[in-house]
């Protein structure tokens, strides 16, 4: 009988490594189990994943839990061992993964017990050129949709260390970590950062923290804010965003909504989801002319219709009167209805610009006054979408109002009627 050889011993060392560095890297290291040619292989990895939820739950500190942390401390620690080993051979091959995306994933939801390992881990990755950065410090645990306690009890300050090891990224994601720190690793700035994701963070008043990142990002297009609390005033300042998400922020203090100040004249998209009452500020004359606004505070566990609300919609809608296109949840056509005056009869300060108006409702009763209220106040609208939500509308639609620009009328997920 010949002997039986697989497809893939035939391949030379390179290609080998090239496949090899394409899955992902927990399969990626046990490929050193298939035999000593595979064992020796050069460990240049593209994906970099050190996961702990991938060994151990994030809860409960049972013995079975504190055995599987182990077993992944120790597979970190082989692969800086092991990665040591194979920089000579890396720079060898260098110009076979040069235009390759580079991927570093860290996920500690115990980060304190884990500083000497993260330094460790960036300064080995030091000199790879990531493309792509996501650590999170965050805790599975903590409810991201508890708007009354939002703070994280920690925040994790990555290590610095020599060097830049952020110069070349583009997508960088940060969860419960520092942003200052990160700040620090680049004196040059983060010249081809296109993406930023943070979450689990403090935006404090008075603190210039997130605007001397932003001034540091000449070419940001992307900004994603996630759970992070909103205190008084927050100012996001950039002269090449586009878009600007907020989701599921929340604030300290409950009887106080943020400002949120926006001077990016190139933003074209602004989403705003989450249960706490925000008033977005825009410097008029550096606005673009096509922005997109999107405003929903569904997330409240319950409405709040009280004067003092109505008010603070009242003041943001002032705010908006410079974008083109927005969209507003049934909270805002409800709680607007609350004011010291009936809708009919309160006008904004300055009439919103819109040209197309979204409103996810659902046509009960207590919306109506809202959607007049915003007829009235929108006297160059050419378009109305009328996004229904899940529940089917039982009473009819009494608006009656003249528009005298309005050509387009959108009805979308309408059942009939029961």
Known sequence: ??????????????????????????????????????????????????????FAPASGPSASSKKQRRAFLKFVLCWIKRSSKD???????????????????????????????????LERVINKKLDVVDIDFSNPSWDEDDFENCRPDTLMHIPRIRGAPFKDVQYLKLSSCDVPVISMHSDSGFLRLKSVTLEWLTLEMGSEILTDFLGMCPVLESLFLRRCTLEEYVKIESESLKSLIMEKCCSDDNETSPVVDIDTPELNVLKYHSGVLV????????????????????????????????????????????????????????????????PMELNLTYPLKLNHLILKASLIEEELYGITFFLQNCPDLEVLTIDLNSITPNVVFPVSYYHPFLSLFFFFSFLGYN
């Open 1 to 54: 009988m010949g002997i039986c050889t697989d497809r893939l011993s035939a391949l030379p060392d390179e290609l080998l490594c090239d496949i090899k560095s394409r899955l992902p890297f927990k399969e990626a290291v046990s490929t050193a189990l298939l035999s000593k040619r595979w064992r020796f292989l050069p460990l240049d990895l593209l994906n970099l994943v050190f996961n702990e939820t991938d």
């Open 87 to 121: 920089d000579e051979e890396e720079a060898k091959n260098k110009h076979n993964s040069s235009s390759k995306e580079r991927k570093l994933s860290l996920t500690f939801p115990r980060p304190e017990e884990h500083f000497t390992l993260v330094k460790c881990v």
């Open 279 to 342: 008033i977005f500020s825009f410097k008029s004359s550096r606005i673009n002319p096509d922005l997109e606004a999107s405003l929903d505070f569904g997330l409240q566990k319950q409405y709040d219709f009280a004067q003092v609300y109505a008010h603070k919609l009242w003041l943001g809608l002032n705010e908006l009167n410079v974008v083109k296109t927005l969209t507003v949840c049934t909270y805002v056509l409800q709680a607007i209805s609350h004011g010291e005056e009936e």
